[in-house]
T-cell receptor, first 116, second 116 residues
Framework: AQSVTQPDIHITVSEGASLELRCNYS??????LFWYVQSPGQGLQLLLK????DTLVQGIKGFEAEFKRSQSSFNLRKPSVHWSDAAEYFC??????????????WGAGTKLIIKP | NAGVTQTPKFQVLKTGQSMTLQCAQD?????MYWYRQDPGMGLRLIYY???????DKGEVPNGYNVSRLNKREFSLRLESAAPSQTSVYFC???????????????FGPGTRLTVL
């Protein structure tokens, strides 16, 4: 079965420092990949998505992610974090297996903590 | 344009009570979803509706029923609540474009349910 792994449960970063959140997936062909952000007490908001084409994808709020087929990864990056980026971040991949009807498989999430 | 709305925002039930969570979207999307979110487990799909008039089970459907009332509304019912159903419930909707297997899901703000 397909799976999505976010190895870091929590990450603490100083304000102004760079950020990389890791996401690995298990899937043979080119997947459809998403990053969502969830602010405390809120629903999920799409940051960016990759379906095909350029492997470096730009998203909202200054985030970007790079699809690396050889590493089965889709890591999220931001050059300089702001206190408002404190949130939980979820990686998801489309399940294109038989009978899946293309539902999303979600990682467990990474909570980002910003140090002042 | 409110996007995806959910009611209620909070609910406390006693074991064995029933309730219905309401969800509506005003984006004219065909597909709608119900997820539950538990700490450390990401999102798990309960039920989904690929189009008006159809519903299908997701990963964790036991103890739940759904109704796709019309294109806008998708409700989730707990017939006999159990403490294991204490969770945050999210509704989402998506417009899967012709020729695509998946697209962005838009989320409501969630319902925090506690079953005592």
């Amino acid at each position: 079965a397909q799976s999505v792994t976010q190895p870091d449960i929590h990450i603490t970063v100083s304000e102004g420092a760079s950020l990389e959140l890791r996401c690995n997936y298990s899937y043979g062909a080119t997947p459809y990949l998403f990053w969502y952000v969830q602010s405390p007490g809120q629903g999920l908001q799409l940051l960016l998505k990759y379906f095909s084409g350029d492997t470096l994808v730009q998203g909202i709020k200054g985030f970007e992610a790079e699809f690396k087929r050889s590493q089965s990864s889709f890591n999220l990056r931001k050059p300089s974090v702001h206190w408002s980026d404190a949130a939980e971040y979820f990686c998801a991949v489309v399940d294109s297996g038989m009978d899946s009807n293309y539902q999303l498989i979600w990682g467990a999430g990474t909570k980002l903590i910003i140090k002042p | 344009n409110a996007g995806v709305t959910q009611t209620p925002k909070f609910q406390v039930l006693k074991t064995g009570q029933s309730m219905t969570l309401q969800c509506a979207q005003d984006m004219n999307h065909n597909s709608m979803y119900w997820y539950r979110q538990d700490p450390g487990m990401g999102l798990r799909l309960i039920y989904y509706s690929a189009s008006e008039g159809t519903t299908d089970k997701g990963e964790v459907p036991n103890g739940y029923n759904v109704s796709r009332l019309n294109k806008r509304e998708f409700s989730l019912r707990l017939e006999s609540a159990a403490p294991s159903q204490t969770s945050v419930y999210f509704c989402a909707s998506s417009e899967v474009r012709q020729g695509a297997s998946a697209d962005t899901q838009y989320f409501g703000p969630g319902t925090r349910l506690t079953v005592l």
